[in-house]
């Protein structure tokens, strides 16, 4: 059983007895809540009545020989002779106690119970207890000899007689003869005899009787001389299990402890959290707020630019109709004379209207959209989210970067940039646009790259491609279905990028060592029949420069044919260092 289940039984079994029950005085019974009655001790040290524990029910017995067990003779005689030993549950503790054979009745009686029920009585207002040789009157003496209550009329003739009149008395109301009222403890196999002897061998109390019947032959000995040795044993048991108590209540100190600082610190990281939660709240229904005024602005922005751009068509349109109507009346009813006469201010007008530049399309766009994850930087201390987005994007403002859009190397990766603009030539701070680009061969129609797109939500768009055809390549670049500025584009596609397969050297006499055989790909010459170059001879460059083709940058791409292929070149030697 685990610590957890352990645990939540014992909670389970404390519920079972109410808290004012558990809480009794030593005298009363925890089950029936009244004074003991033949109070029977189990051996998890709790005490009740003998009628309470005979009604609680058996928690377990031990199994028998059923129906498919051997069914010998040997096995039917232990089944019908041996009775199963019972055991029960402790109804404080829960512990699962065995019974004697003898059941309830069998275990030991619990005298301390008994003589702190007397002192209880005795205490307590009303009739007391009553005397033990005439069972009359009311017990008001305790002889510790005889160990007997005796009432005031016995209690006169205890003294006459001679064989008791030395013993001394003691009145029950004397604090020591509420100690001293319990009566002698009787030997449950022989009721008449006290039991005052101690048998070593069977380790229980005996009488008189007992030691020459039963315990006959058994070391034995009086109460009163082993009860030094057992009652060492017991201190020295009583000891260490004091330290363990010690121990046990210094942990229950520290988990209370322990308890009680985890109760204080959630109540003060719930306040964090509500101060959090609350300030975050704010913040929000702030930055709510102000986006929310920030949409309002912008209508009254847009609804004003429009209504400014409505009134200028509206007028300019007044005074084109009216030119218009004016031509066509003249025209149309007016005689030559008067034509000859009026055209040249009707002519002046309706040329300058006619140049008139203005707008057909809206000044605005109705592009207002909230981006709910785009970050809005801080409001009230906290970080916020969610921003308005008006302004859109312009295919004839955006703006392509890199060497890839141009030139490219067979099987080699190349890429180009695009960043979108606004119509007032400001970068787009954000992503998401509908981008599309397109590769194709000028000649081989069939021929198409397909590049990769990586959105970088911030305005530009990183596009990668590995063309695998030599030759010249239309790039489309379209945003929002149109082409961007310069677009399409022309990329031509050369060899793949030739790195240097020799040394660059000052001249092959010193980078071989002084070899007649090195050559050099720069064409110089020395005399002495050296066929390399040397510094100041003849087609020396007179800087260093590379052996395999010659020529004197280092970082540059080489001309020459790799080793193999038929060339002149190739008979020239690459000097090794």
């Known amino acids: 059983m685990s610590d957890l289940q352990e645990q939540q039984q014992q909670l389970g079994i404390m519920a079972k007895i109410p808290c004012e029950v558990r809480g009794l005085a030593r005298t009363r019974c925890p089950l029936c809540t009244k004074l003991f009655s033949s109070p029977k001790i189990l051996p998890c040290l709790h005490t009740f009545c003998m009628a309470c524990l005979e009604q609680l029910e058996p928690f377990s017995v031990l199994s028998v020989q059923g129906e498919d067990s051997d069914s010998t003779s040997e096995g039917s005689w ?41 002192q209880e009585t005795l205490q307590a207002p009303g009739p007391g207890i009553l005397c033990d040789l005439c069972v009359d009157g009311e017990a008001v003496k305790h002889c510790p000899i005889c160990k007997a209550n005796l009432c005031h009329f016995c209690c006169q003739a205890h003294r006459r007689q001679k064989k008791t009149a030395s013993h001394a008395v003691v009145g029950l109301e004397d604090p020591k003869g509420y100690s001293q009222t319990g009566k002698p403890i009787l030997c449950p196999s022989h009721p ?19 030691v020459v019947g039963q315990h006959r032959q058994h070391p034995y000995d009086f109460a009163a001389n082993v009860i030094h040795k057992h009652g060492d044993s017991m201190r020295e048991l009583l000891k260490s299990t004091q330290l363990h108590v010690g121990t046990l209540e210094g942990a229950l100190r520290h988990i209370e402890g322990v308890s009680s600082a985890i109760c204080s610190r959630v109540e003060a990281v719930a306040g964090e959290i509500r101060t959090f939660a609350d300030g975050y ?22 609804e004003t630019l429009l209504h400014l751009q409505k009134v200028q068509l509206e007028q300019l349109l007044m005074d084109m109709q009216t030119g218009v109507e004016f031509t066509e009346r003249l025209l149309t009813c007016g005689s030559d004379l008067e034509i000859l006469l009026i ?8 040329r300058k209207l006619n140049k008139v530049d203005y707008n057909i399309h809206p000044g605005v766009e109705d592009g207002i959209q909230f981006s709910p994850r785009e970050k809005a930087g801080q409001c009230c201390g906290y970080a916020v989210f969610g921003t308005l987005l008006n302004r859109t994007v312009d295919p004839a403002k955006c703006v392509l970067q890199g060497e890839g859009l141009h030139s490219a190397r067979q099987n080699q990766q190349a890429s180009f940039t695009l960043l979108c603009k606004d119509t007032s030539g400001e970068q787009m701070g954000r992503g ?4 599309r680009v397109t590769i194709t061969h000028k000649d081989k129609k069939d021929c198409t790259i397909k590049p990769s797109v990586c959105d970088k939500r911030d305005g530009t768009y990183h596009f990668s491609y590995t063309p695998e055809e030599l030759g010249a390549y239309t790039i489309c670049i379209c945003v929002k279905g149109q082409h961007v500025q310069g677009s399409p584009f022309t990329l031509t596609v050369k060899n793949k990028f030739r790195k240097h397969q ?14 007649k055989a090195a050559r050099c790909a720069c064409g110089g010459t020395m005399p002495g029949g050296y066929q390399g170059c040397g510094h100041g001879h003849k087609g020396h460059p007179g800087c260093p420069h590379w052996s395999c083709c010659g020529r004197a940058a280092e970082n540059s791409e080489c001309p020459a044919v790799p080793p193999g292929e038929n060339s002149q070149r190739g008979l020239l030697k690459t000097v090794a260092l």
Do not use: W, Y
Not at 343 to 350: E, F, I, P, T
Not at 502 to 515: I, L, N
């Open 78 to 118: 232990l089944q019908d002779h041996r009775q199963p030993p019972l055991s029960i549950l402790c109804p404080i503790c829960d512990t699962e106690v065995g019974l004697p054979p003898g059941g309830t009745h069998d275990l030991t009686t619990d005298h301390l119970a008994m003589n702190e029920m007397l």
């Open 192 to 210: 008449s005899e006290e039991l005052t002897l101690f048998c070593e061998q069977c380790d229980q109390p005996v009488c008189r009787d007992c």
């Open 281 to 302: 709240i704010r913040a929000i229904e702030e930055h709510r707020n102000r986006l929310l005024k920030q949409l309002e602005d912008l209508k009254v922005q847009k």
């Open 343 to 350: 055209k040249g201010v009707v002519a002046n007008r309706l």
């Open 432 to 435: 998401g646009e509908p981008v």
């Open 502 to 515: 020799g040394v660059f050297h000052c001249c092959s006499f010193c980078s071989s060592g002084g070899q």
